[in-house]
Structure formats: C-alpha cells, structure tokens
C-alpha cells in the first residue's frame, strides 16, 4: 500500500513557445475553425460510445498556475483578437457566446463568438457531469475570468484553455453583464414556464439542466408560498445530483412554517446524511418525525439508519466481518460512520500538524476508525489517480462545503502561494483550483485494496489498488518504525495500536511500506514527500558509519542476487539443495556481522529480514524444525522485537515466554508487518512439531492477535496459505 503511489514532484518549467506573450498573426479563419471542429465531431461520433468514461486531463504541476479568485465584474473585458500566446491574462475576462457543439474528449472543445464578432476556440475541463458546462451547450453564453491562451499544435491553432473549473462561469441570460449583441433576453418568460421546462429536464433526467430552469423560475418568483415548492423540486433534484449542500439549503428554504414540512426536513436529513453529518442529519430526521407523528415508513427508516452511524461514531462498534462480507467489486462503499474520538489534531515536533491520542490505548486496540471522505470505485491502477482526482475536483464544486475538510490538507510545494480564497463563493460558484487539489491528492492519497484480508492472501491479485482521501488519517505523519497500522474494509480505513500507546502521544504511520535500507528509504520519503525521516530506526541507523552502510548494503545486494533464481517457497520453489542452503546461512551471518551491536542492540535489522524468512521457508520444507524456531525468531528479532528469545532452545523458553509480549514490551522502535504474523505461525507449527504443545497455542494466539492488526478485524490467520 502506498499514500501515493510516485507522488509527482514539481519539475522544471516547460520550455517556452516563441510566440510567448505575443497576439499571433497567423490563426485558422472563422470558417477553418468550423470546418475542422465540425469533422472532429463527426469523427467522435462516429467512434465513441454514448455515456462512456470521459478521459480526464490530468494536472502537470510544472505547469500550474493560480484560479481566478475576482468576480467577472472586477474585470476588464477584452476582445478573443487581444489574447497572447502562452499568456495568463490577469485582471482581464472575456464574455463570449457558444457557437457550436462542444466536441467531447477530456475537455469539452466548442467554438466561441464575442460581441466584436471575433471567434475562437474554447477547451473547458475538469467539470464534473453535474455541471451544464461540462457539455457546453450550444446557445449558452459564459464569462472566463483572467484567461489563459495556448498554442493546440499546429502554428496557426490556438484555444483558450480553462483548467480551473471556477475560471468559467455560466451567465443567466438576463444578466446585465453580457453585451448588448450577444443578448437573446430570456427564452422563456415566466416562472410558471421555467418550473415546467425544468420538470420536462427532471423527466429526460437531464438534471443539470433541471437545476438551472427551476433557479431561473425561483428568479422570477417574490412569494415565497409559491417558491417553496419550486425549492422542493430543485432539493429533490440536487439529491440526485449528490450535490447535498444545495439539497439541505433549498430542502431548508422550502418550509412553509406548516406540518407539512417534514417533506423539508426529511430532504434536509438525507442531504446532510450524504454529507456524512450524521449528528445534523438525525436532529432534522427527529424534526419530521415530530411534524408527522404517525411517520411515514421512510423517514422512520432513514431515522434508524442516522442512529446506527451516530452509535458507531460514538462507540466505534463495527461489525467488520459483515462489512467485509458485504463487500464486491460493485459495493465498495460501506454505510457506516467514522469513529474518530479517541484521536485529536495538534501541532507536532515533526511537521505542521499531528494526530495524538486522547487516551491511554493497547495494542491492537482501535486507534480510530474513518469512512472515506472520497474513493472512487476505480481499482485499475491505470485510472485510479485520475478517478480520484476528477472526484476531488467534481465533490469541491458541488459540495462547497467539503473545502473545510479537504482543502486544510497540506498541497505540498506549489510554485504559488494559495491566495486564502480556495473554497470561497465567487461569482456563485466556488472557487476550485485543480494544482492545489491535484498537489493535496498527490501528498495525501491512499492506495487500497478492496480488502487488506484478502490482499494478505497468496492467491489476491494485489496489483488492484483503489485510490482515495482519508482527510483526518491524512493528518497522521510518517515513521519507519509507527505505533499503529492500517487496514481497509472497502472504503473503511481502521487503524489500530500496534503496541501500548499514552495519552496525548504522537501517532504515526508508514507512508510506504519502507526500504531496508535507511539512505534510500529516505530519498523515498524526500522525492515524495518533502521530509527527512527523523524517527528511532533512521536516526538510530544514521549513527553507523558511510562504510558500514555501503558494506551492508553490497552484502545485501549479493545476497539478494544470489538468491534472486532461488525461490524456497512458491511458484518456482523445489526443495533447495543443503549448499544452497549453506551458502545462504553464511551469506546471512556475514550481513548480520555488519550491523554493529551499538547501533543495532535493540534497533530492527530490516537488511536480514528477507534472507531469515527465505531460510525459513527453506528448511521448513526440509522439516527441519528446530532451524524453523531458529530462524522465525531471527525474523521476529530482525523486525525489532527485541523481546522475542534470541537463545532458540525451546525447553528455556516454555515457563515464561509469552509471544504477545513482543508488541508491548519490545520498546518504541520495533515494525509490525505481516511478515511478523507469518513468523509466529511457522513458530507455532515448528513447536508443535517439536512437542512443544503449549508454546505452540501460545504463538498461534499471538499470531491470531497481530493478524487483527494487519487486517482490522480478522483472526483467520490460515488465509495466509501454506
Ligand atoms: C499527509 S501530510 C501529514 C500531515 C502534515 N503534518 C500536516 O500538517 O498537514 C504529509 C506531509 O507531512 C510531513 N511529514 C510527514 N511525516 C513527517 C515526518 N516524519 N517528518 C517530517 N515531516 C513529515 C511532510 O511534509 C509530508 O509531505
């Protein structure tokens, strides 16, 4: 799992185009522009599939810029024939008319007019299906604030190019903005005709185009007995859009101060339960059971479903088998609320801000429990990012409310400062920078599987990663070696202790599954993310010398290769030759002579885990028990349980150790991994198979017990394979 997969990193500026900062003199005539947009038209027609996926314009943030954050009123209108190549044109807007259909790719491509009659070619991206700008409709007349004009290829072919969704608005007809010529007045007259257009839209299930017919209807209403149920129609409508701030507030406006507005609060709960404000939406559920006392079988079910999501976010009670259960690669979205409580923000010694624990918590306890903020259903790692992405932006546009979550995250190094007005209304929309979002996705994002149970098992095609935003398990900062672990059911992510924690104590987490060894695994964290990592295990490890480091890591490359043709367990594996064998043991001992006693007395040896577990698996095949228990302990060892006996005779060890000892007394820098889990197991069958009947249940319950804290929830520690 990764927070992100290769989080970019902001390159060098693209080389500048000749014609930079100049209005070009040779571009296509009105009527080269028409002719071609016309057979790229044809062309899509001809070859995509109605409905289908839209690819999406994935941000480069060496490119970026800021979004607009000035109302079109503020700026200076200018003609398309002023615009410069290559130019970000500040301060200035354009008002222009629609003159074609848009041709649909991963923008929306259409021709423009101005009202000097000039024309050119305009490639609005990043709206979501929501908005009627992601169609551009022919007729429609749009303002784009503080324009930016491209070169699309060819020499004479130029576009005015909207990355920010903001950047463009939509303009009523009857705004007093647009210019005289390009005015059309209103298609329809009165409020009355607007509801009706907008029900005919409801009915073709255009909804967008329902939404802006019945807020030009409200437009002409005064009373508000009349408007009250044109609100109700555009909540309803925003519902189904998923655009949940709007549903409550028209669901709100549309009371009438009689019994019957439990109709309203009924709307008001359901949005507020789509914007996962379970406390809210239960107070407007009790509202409207009031109201209607006899309750109508649907609020008296959505009532019930609001409790059980206030119970979880208050108890952190999960059935997490039956969400697992539940799960298939169609329903990967868990109704259930996120149990936070015993987690808090504050600043941390190690970067801006933290998570911290509000009290005492033991190991494989839960640390806290959160549903995504957003996941797109998308486990194709090809489109993962993208999906996410487009989500962000899409939920930001329509749910300006989310930006107090989302936009707090922190974007990473922007070429620009954020202006403090990202997530704000301007021009009735919200302001929505996609280098900022795409800069918080790329620093902030998981990876997940559809199951971190299933992902531990052999057999799990673990290449299908969903990516998603976690907002608050964002805020937790990186370590090597962290005091707790995450697991994903679906869209959950359960994070649980994996030894003793204090209260008030800085949680962690690991970013990536980390790199043996500690020069490259901090490259790792300085290319992705911006920081060095400062915790036990790399400040501990940073005290060995250049040369034992470059020795351990030439002994580890050798071994490595060595043992790369030589699988002792799996596809490939045969039972390994006793040279073999030997020659990996040497190998092994000689590393493990490089990592010296007063650096890595207590401190994990993650160089010697993958050569303990190959010789493991080696000699397990051979039924050599007692090598099993000598070698699984090393791995247990080598992972930092410094607990674990490093003296393997068992008849020593059966009065007083204790396996599931190692996560709470092994100290705060030790590394809990499946690999861990897998080591007891084999410990637990090798003290079987040497008689060791009780040392053997007790390394299967520990066992049992860290599997719980790699998947969550499960204990069934044989899905691990053989
Ligand atoms: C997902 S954010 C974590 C929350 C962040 N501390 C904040 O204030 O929003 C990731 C960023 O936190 C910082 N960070 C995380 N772990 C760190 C660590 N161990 N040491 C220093 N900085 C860290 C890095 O700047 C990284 O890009």
């Not at 080591?679 to 060791?692: D, K, M, N, P, T």
Request: glycine share 6%; proline share 5%; with cysteine.
């Amino acid at each position: 799992m990764a927070v992100s997969a290769k989080p970019k990193t902001i390159s060098s500026a693209p080389q500048k185009n000749s014609l930079a900062g100049t209005i070009p003199t040779k571009k296509l005539t009105k009527e080269q522009l028409f002719k071609i947009h016309a057979e790229h038209i044809k062309q899509q027609n001809a070859t995509q599939t109605p409905n289908g996926p839209r690819p999406v314009k994935q941000p480069n943030l060496a490119e970026a810029y800021p979004a607009s954050t000035k109302s079109i009123r503020d700026l200076e209108i200018i003609p398309l024939s002023d615009l410069s190549v290559e130019t970000h044109h500040r301060g200035k807007g354009l008002i222009v008319k629609v003159v074609s259909p848009p041709y649909l790719g991963a923008g929306a491509v259409s021709i423009v007019e101005d009202h000097w009659g000039n024309v050119d070619k305009l490639a609005i991206y990043n709206q979501g299906d929501s908005a009627i700008l992601s169609g551009v409709p022919e007729g429609c007349i749009v303002a784009i604030k503080e324009p930016y004009y491209v070169q699309n290829g060819a020499d004479n072919d130029f576009m005015i190019c909207v990355d920010h969704p903001s950047d463009v608005i939509l303009l009523r007809f009857i705004d007093s903005i647009i210019p005289e010529p390009l005015r059309l007045g209103p298609l329809l007259k009165s409020a009355g005709e607007w509801t009706t257009a907008g029900d005919q839209a409801f009915l073709q299930r255009d909804f967008p185009t329902a939404v802006f017919c019945y807020t030009e209807a409200l437009e002409g209403l005064e009373d508000h007995s009349a408007k009250a149920p044109v609100y109700t129609k555009r909540a309803g409508v925003n519902l189904l859009l998923g655009r949940y701030d709007a549903a409550k507030a028209d669901a709100l406006a549309s009371r009438i101060g009689a019994s019957t507005d439990w109709k309203a609060y009924y709307n008001a709960g359901r949005a507020a339960y789509g914007l996962c404000e379970y406390a809210t939406s239960k107070s407007y559920f009790e509202e409207a059971l009031k109201l209607n006392d006899k309750g109508t079988a649907n609020v008296q079910k959505e009532y019930e479903r609001v409790l059980a999501r206030v119970e979880e976010e208050e108890t952190g009670n999960y059935d997490f088998a039956a969400m697992h259960a539940s799960l298939s690669p169609t329903s990967v979205h868990i109704d259930a609320g996120s149990f936070l409580r015993n987690t808090r923000v504050a600043d941390s010694g190690f970067h801006g801000r933290g998570l911290f624990a509000t009290r005492p918590l033991k190991a494989g306890d839960l640390v806290y429990v959160e549903k995504a903020t957003l996941m797109p259903n998308q486990y194709d790692p090809a489109r993962a990012s993208a999906a996410l992405y487009s989500l962000m932006v899409r939920q930001l546009c329509d749910n300006p409310s989310l930006a107090d979550t989302m936009l707090k995250l922190y974007p990473g190094q922007l070429p620009y400062d954020l202006t403090g007005a990202e997530g704000s209304m301007v021009d009735g929309v919200p302001v929505v920078d996609v280098f900022v979002v795409e800069g918080i996705r790329t620093k902030n994002c998981f990876s997940s599987p559809l199951s971190t149970y299933d992902d531990t098992k052999p057999t799990y095609n673990s290449v299908c990663m969903a990516k998603g935003l976690w907002a608050h398990s964002s805020l937790m900062n990186h370590s090597c070696v962290p005091n707790t672990m995450r697991s994903f059911v679906g869209d959950m992510l359960i994070c649980r202790a994996t030894r003793d924690v204090q209260e008030g104590e800085e949680l962690f987490q690991q970013y990536v599954p980390v790199k043996t060894l500690v020069d490259v695994r901090n490259k790792e964290f300085e290319e992705g993310w911006g920081f060095e990592c400062r915790c036990g295990l790399c400040e501990g490890e940073r005290k060995s010398s250049e040369e034992r480091l470059k020795k351990r890591k030439e002994a580890m490359l050798a071994l490595e290769k060595f043992l790369d043709k030589k699988p002792s367990t799996g596809k490939g594996a045969t039972i390994v030759p006793d040279a073999t064998i030997r020659t990996v043991d040497k190998m092994m001992r000689q590393l493990e002579d490089l990592h010296e006693t007063e650096v890595y007395e207590s401190l994990p040896r993650l160089t010697l885990v993958y050569p303990c577990n190959w010789l493991v698996d080696a000699y397990r095949a051979k039924k050599q028990w007692a090598k099993v228990v000598k070698y699984s302990l090393k791995v247990l060892r080598n992972f930092g349980f410094n607990t674990a006996p490093r003296d393997e005779d068992p008849a020593k060890l059966t009065a007083d150790w204790d396996p599931r000892e190692i996560y709470t007394r092994s100290g705060e820098v030790s590394l809990m991994a499946v690999h861990v889990v897998a080591s007891l197991r084999r410990l637990a069958e090798a003290y079987a198979a040497l008689g060791h009947k009780e040392l053997a249940e007790r390394c299967g319950e520990a066992a049992k017990f860290g599997y719980t804290m790699v998947t969550g929830f499960s204990e069934d520690v044989d899905a691990l394979g053989q």
